[in-house]
């Protein structure tokens, strides 16, 4: 019997990828028919949801969403628990598939690893799956790209054509401003040395010369679209809307403007459709959208969640990092635009992540944990749980009660995990813990008896604002009720983007998609715990029109991360007698 305890997990998926079932099974066992499942290999499959929701038009699913409490920088598990209750479900006897987030080549190659899941509970095949899998993020990335080609070439041609010239050409003059660029190119990998940099050097023929920048593929806007666009004519639609800068009289100058929308939905066309995979233990994973809650929407996308909730009995659907930036989004932008309502959350703490919260000693990657986190020690426990209990009341202002997991782990103290009991039922929210990672459906067992109780409470799911409240109320709204802040403070830039939007009848009454850091409920990454007295700095704010929702970028938070010196692309290699890819963490 496999002992994950003495493996990798890329060695654990090695041992268990012999063992899957072919695509075309599970797309069967899930409901799908004929063509629409779409084999991409023998282990990967598209599914085509056009003759599906021809075929099936209702949503009969417990629909459950899987957040947790601020992360160390590790992460807590929160994928591999979606995972484990996938199987933990499975394992009881009912009708269940997942949609999990496709990982970034960004943090595959840098700290975090990828996004499989982990150990008894992973989504595989492991390779496929970490490195490009259909190439939806390719198709994001050069979609993307090619809007910043049609504009910077649209600003070289208007600078050295006269009206006339122009007309010939059939383009109107657009007066571009190049201070106000608000697309950049984009990249899926952690490239802080191309946030910022100059464009267009050298003669006339040479470009536009401006400052301009990258950010990474799964915060652009083009991502955001995929993660929430129902169907093709959607996803067009919403391309045509994409604000790629502004002229030199403050009106928004568009995708479709630049008559480049319809070349780009083209590019986004194959990236609509969900890719279907398995988890460890044979149930149906859909794999669609992008990471990133903390700079963008991060959740798996609608369309996969419509597929799920049609062909299963429960469906597990993620979102990104803690409840106060994924669920935020989950709850009050995604469930909007899907139509969706939850039955269950469950909210994923660790006994590592909470002591960080009480007050142990900083993590860092590349760096051993300090032994403060293997040793015993309740008290450090209870003073984190201050973090958990400030989730479990965000989650409780949508109306819905918490299922809070403990996702096991071997240094885990019984006194320790007494604490974590404690502090959940003191706050009304159902407790589990959960030992997928060492034992997979089976140790889920527990999770996924208390997620099926919860999924029966009758809840009273409501959206944290209304959908005429004004702009800035809302903005307030989410800084105080969700992240607990005592007001909110804009740069000049920031209340001047806010004056414009407001003022703009289409874009008044957008959702607000907050840029905010993962570690902390504030937004400072050092404020750990459950932060007081403090107020929420605002230094931009960008209009997603395409996407429908705005996003104030808080803090220092940067649209495109960095590689850490102990990046993770130095442990992975190709067995040259095998071909196979070794060393994903």
């Known amino acids: 019997m496999l002992d994950p305890t003495k493996l990798k997990d890329w060695q654990i998926a090695e041992a268990l990828e012999p063992n899957l079932k072919p695509i075309r099974h599970v797309a069967e066992e899930f409901g799908l028919q004929g063509s629409e499942a779409i084999p991409m290999g023998d ?18 699913a417990k629909y459950i969403d899987v957040t947790a409490i601020n992360p160390t920088p590790f992460g807590e598990g929160k994928t591999t628990t979606a995972l484990g209750l996938v199987q933990g479900l499975g394992v009881i006897g009912k009708r269940v598939s997942g949609a999990i987030r496709q990982p970034s080549s960004g943090p595959t190659f840098n700290l975090k690893g990828s996004a499989a899941g982990g150990g008894l509970s992973q989504c595989l095949p492991l390779a496929p799956f970490s490195l490009g899998l259909t190439g939806d993020i390719d198709c994001v990335t050069n979609a993307n790209n090619l809007a910043m080609v049609a504009l910077t070439a649209r600003m070289q041609h208007e600078r050295n054509y006269d009206d006339a010239r122009l007309a010939k050409t059939r383009m109107r003059r657009l007066d571009i401003d190049p201070a106000r660029v608000q697309m950049r190119w984009a990249m899926d990998f952690c490239a802080q040395s191309l946030r910022n940099i100059i464009i267009g050097r050298g003669g006339k023929m040479d470009g536009f010369e401006m400052e301009s920048g990258f950010y990474i593929s799964v915060a652009s806007e083009v991502m955001a679209i995929l993660a929430v666009a129902r169907d093709l004519a959607d996803l067009r639609a919403r391309m045509a809307r994409i604000v790629v800068a502004f002229d030199k009289s403050g009106r928004p100058v568009t995708a479709a403007d630049l008559e480049v929308d319809g070349a780009m939905t083209a590019w ?36 996969a969640d419509l597929v799920g909730c049609r062909l299963s009995d429960y469906h597990v659907t993620e979102s ?36 960080l919260h009480g007050g142990g000693p900083a993590v860092k990657p590349g760096m051993a944990l300090p032994p403060e986190y293997t040793e015993d020690n309740p008290g450090l426990v209870a003073k984190g749980c201050e973090n958990l209990m400030a989730h479990i009341g965000i989650i409780r202002k949508s109306g819905v009660s918490p299922v809070v997991c403990l996702n096991a782990f071997s240094a885990d103290h019984a006194d320790e995990i007494a604490e974590v009991r404690k ?25 996924a ?30 800084a105080r009720e969700v992240y607990g802040a005592d007001g909110v403070d804009y740069s000049d830039e920031a209340k001047a983007q ?13 959702p607000v998609c907050m840029a905010k850091t993962q570690y902390s409920l504030s937004h400072d990454p050092a404020l750990l715990g459950r932060p007081r007295g403090w107020r929420l700095p605002i230094r931009a704010i960008m209009s997603y029109c395409g996407a429908g929702w705005i996003v104030p970028v808080c803090g220092d938070i940067k649209l495109m991360p960095g590689t850490t010196s102990t990046p993770a692309f130095r442990n992975i290699d190709v067995d040259v007698a095998t071909g196979r890819v070794r060393g994903i963490v």
């Open 449 to 478: 008896e208390a997620v099926v109780d919860a999924c029966e409470d009758k809840g009273d799911f409501r959206f944290l604002s209304a959908d005429d409240e004004p702009m800035d109320a809302r903005i307030e709204k989410v």
């Open 320 to 355: 990104g990092f803690g409840a106060d930036i994924g669920f935020e989004k989950f709850w009050n932008i995604k469930c909007r635009v899907s139509g969706l309502r939850p039955s269950a959350v469950v909210l994923v703490a660790t006994i590592r992540a909470l002591k």
């Open 498 to 510: 806010l004056a414009a939007l407001m003022a703009d009848k289409s874009t008044a009454a957008l």
């Open 43 to 60: 282990y990967v499959a598209k599914v085509d949801t056009v003759p599906l929701f021809a075929r099936i038009g209702e949503c009969k």
């Open 423 to 447: 502090a959940a039922e003191a706050a009304g929210a159902r407790f589990a813990i959960s030992d997928h990672w060492a034992r997979g459906g089976e140790g889920a067992r527990e999770l």
């Open 268 to 303: 986004m066309a194959r990236a609509l459709q969900p890719n279907l995979m398995q988890s460890a233990e044979g149930q149906p994973m859909l794999v669609h959208a992008g990471p990133f809650a903390n700079l963008a929407v991060g959740q798996s996308s609608v369309v």
